[in-house]
Structures are given as structure tokens and as C-alpha cells.
């Protein structure tokens, strides 16, 4: 065998070695796909399932661009922050990117008012009932109950049963905003955390606890507030889509509770 042979085979080798151990560590971090008899079981064992969306705002990520970014790029947070009902999303946006101290001295309340707006919580928790439904065969019941006031506060969902609810599938969105990785300010991808728990209610004991996060692709300071901000509107819409795709996938077709 000769040289090019040889390394060729090596290559070879070792890009096997490396989807090996990929595929190792996705599988101990994601769990098995469940049998059809285990999602069975899991069906029988939810029952009759209820949603229910926090009641507290999360935790906004907010970087912006290094001193000066957003004048080399020739733009200035020129977004209207004025909080009108219906324009939540463009408001939030326009305090992330905000550059002025008076702005950023005022920032919490108009956040506060602006993310009452969005109805992120209400938002997140219709999208995955919807995904739920379309891609499960499990029995949600038209009945909503408060989620927690806090991350992780307590809710007492027992009363939940008279009413013929067997699980709460609880859902919070722990925060998101604008992020960057730390080392170029000017590119930032929307991001998202979100919590669900699902809690059986005839004891109002935990059957699962599980975090997932979303990270939009990479944008230019000045590409997040142009066009009024439609790019911040159309990505969150897609952050509520691949969130929901991808939890209820995690939580309802993979072996999560079995383990």
C-alpha cells in the first residue's frame, strides 16, 4: 500500500471515529426513540393533559454593539420605542438596540409594557399545543390552568383532576433577546430559553423538568433594525416554530420520561 493509500485510509478511519463518538454523545444526550409500545404506555399514562403558560416576563438578553458599531454601519436606533398596543415586538427590539443613556434610563418600564404586548408565555404555549396535536396521538383537553408567577414557583394543579385533567404540560419562557457570542458585538442571533414541566395533578408531583434553547443564525447590528424591524418580527416567528417542533419532539416522541 503506498503513501496516498495509507493516508487516505487513515482519513478514513478517523472520520469514522469521529461520527462514532458524535453519535455516542447524541444519543446519551437526546435518549431513544420510544417503541410504538411505549408510546402507548406514555399515552395511557398522561391521560387527559392541560397546558398552562407562566404568568411571569422572562429575562431579556440584551447586547449591543460596541461603542461606535452602530455609526460605522451609518444607522442609529432609529426604531419607534413609543409603546402602542400591537407593537410589542418593534419596541423590544428598539430598547435592545437603543444607543442613548436616556433611552437606556427609561428602558425598563417601556420593556416591562412591551413584553405584556408580545404575549411571549401565551405565544410559545399555543405553538407547541398545535404541534402537539398535529404530531401526537396524546389527548389535550380545551382546558387551561395559571402557570407559575415565577420560574419554578409553585402551582397547585390538583384541583385540576376534578375536572378531569390527569397532566399539566406547563410551559415558560425563561428569557431571550439579542446575544452575541462575546467577541463581535455587531453580529447577534436571537436567542431563547424555555422551560417545560409536566406535572400529574392527582398528586401534583413532577414527571419531567427538561430546558431547551433556541440560537437564530447570526445578524449585523444594522440588519436587525431595518425595515422597521421585520427581520427581529419574522425570526421570532420561526424561534416559536423550531421551539415547539423541537420540544415536542424531545418530550413526546423520544424515551424521556423512561429513564
Same mark, same amino acid.
Given at each position: %500500500?503506498?503513501?496516498?493509500?495509507?493516508?487516505?485510509?487513515?482519513?478514513?478511519?478517523?472520520?469514522?471515529?469521529?461520527?462514532?463518538?458524535?453519535?455516542?454523545?447524541?444519543?446519551?444526550r437526546k435518549g431513544s426513540p420510544m417503541t410504538?409500545?411505549?408510546?402507548?404506555?406514555?399515552?395511557?399514562? +398522561? $391521560?387527559?393533559?392541560?397546558?398552562?403558560?407562566?404568568?411571569?416576563?422572562?429575562? +431579556?438578553?440584551?447586547?449591543?454593539?460596541?461603542?461606535?458599531?452602530?455609526?460605522?454601519? /451609518?444607522?442609529?436606533?432609529?426604531?419607534?420605542?413609543?409603546?402602542?398596543? /400591537?407593537?410589542?415586538?418593534?419596541?423590544?427590539? $428598539?430598547?435592545?438596540?437603543?444607543?442613548?443613556?436616556?433611552?437606556?434610563?427609561?428602558?425598563?418600564?417601556?420593556?416591562?409594557?412591551?413584553?405584556?404586548? %408580545?404575549?411571549?408565555?401565551?405565544?410559545?404555549?399555543?405553538?407547541?399545543?398545535?404541534?402537539?396535536?398535529?404530531?401526537?396521538?396524546?389527548?389535550?383537553?380545551?382546558?387551561?390552568?395559571?402557570?407559575?408567577?415565577?420560574?419554578?414557583?409553585?402551582?397547585? #394543579?390538583?384541583?385540576?383532576?376534578?375536572?378531569?385533567?390527569?397532566?399539566?404540560?406547563?410551559?415558560?419562557?425563561?428569557?431571550? /433577546?439579542?446575544?452575541?457570542?462575546?467577541?463581535?458585538?455587531?453580529?447577534?442571533? *436571537?436567542?431563547?430559553?424555555?422551560? *417545560?414541566?409536566?406535572?400529574?395533578?392527582?398528586?401534583?408531583?413532577?414527571? *419531567?423538568?427538561?430546558?431547551? !434553547?433556541?440560537? /437564530?443564525?447570526?445578524?449585523?447590528? #444594522?440588519?436587525?433594525?431595518?425595515?422597521? $424591524?421585520?427581520?427581529?418580527?419574522?425570526?421570532?416567528?420561526?424561534?416559536?416554530?423550531?421551539?415547539?417542533?423541537?420540544?415536542?419532539?424531545?418530550?413526546?416522541?423520544? !424515551?424521556?420520561? $423512561?429513564?
Open positions: %500500500m503506498n503513501a496516498t493509500a495509507i493516508r487516505r485510509c487513515a482519513c478514513v478511519v478517523l472520520a469514522g471515529l469521529l461520527l462514532a463518538a458524535q453519535s455516542g454523545c447524541g444519543a446519551q410504538p409500545e411505549q408510546a402507548a404506555a406514555l399515552k395511557t399514562r +398522561l $391521560g387527559a393533559i392541560a397546558t398552562a403558560a407562566a404568568r411571569f416576563q422572562p429575562n +431579556l438578553v440584551m447586547k449591543k454593539p460596541a461603542k461606535g458599531a452602530a455609526q460605522a454601519a /451609518g444607522k442609529g436606533a432609529l426604531l419607534d420605542t413609543s409603546a402602542q398596543p /400591537g407593537n410589542g415586538a418593534s419596541v423590544v427590539l $428598539g430598547l435592545l438596540l437603543a444607543p442613548t443613556a436616556k433611552v437606556a434610563e427609561s428602558r425598563d418600564a417601556a420593556l416591562k409594557a412591551a413584553l405584556a404586548d %408580545m404575549h411571549i408565555q401565551e405565544a410559545i404555549s399555543e405553538r407547541l399545543l398545535a404541534y402537539a396535536k398535529v404530531r401526537t396521538s396524546l389527548h389535550f383537553e380545551p382546558v387551561e390552568a395559571e402557570g407559575p408567577s415565577t420560574d419554578g414557583g409553585p402551582v397547585d #394543579y390538583r384541583p385540576l383532576k376534578a375536572k378531569g385533567i390527569d397532566t399539566v404540560q406547563e410551559t415558560g419562557v425563561l428569557s431571550f /433577546g439579542l446575544d452575541s457570542d462575546g467577541t463581535t458585538y455587531s453580529d447577534l442571533s *436571537l436567542k431563547m430559553r424555555l422551560r *417545560l414541566r409536566l406535572v400529574r395533578t392527582e398528586d401534583n408531583s413532577l414527571l *419531567l423538568d427538561r430546558i431547551f !434553547d433556541y440560537a /437564530g443564525p447570526k445578524r449585523k447590528f #444594522y440588519e436587525w433594525e431595518s425595515d422597521e $424591524g421585520k427581520l427581529f418580527r419574522e425570526e421570532l416567528e420561526r424561534c416559536y416554530r423550531e421551539l415547539a417542533d423541537s420540544t415536542v419532539y424531545g418530550v413526546y416522541f423520544l !424515551d424521556t420520561l $423512561g429513564r
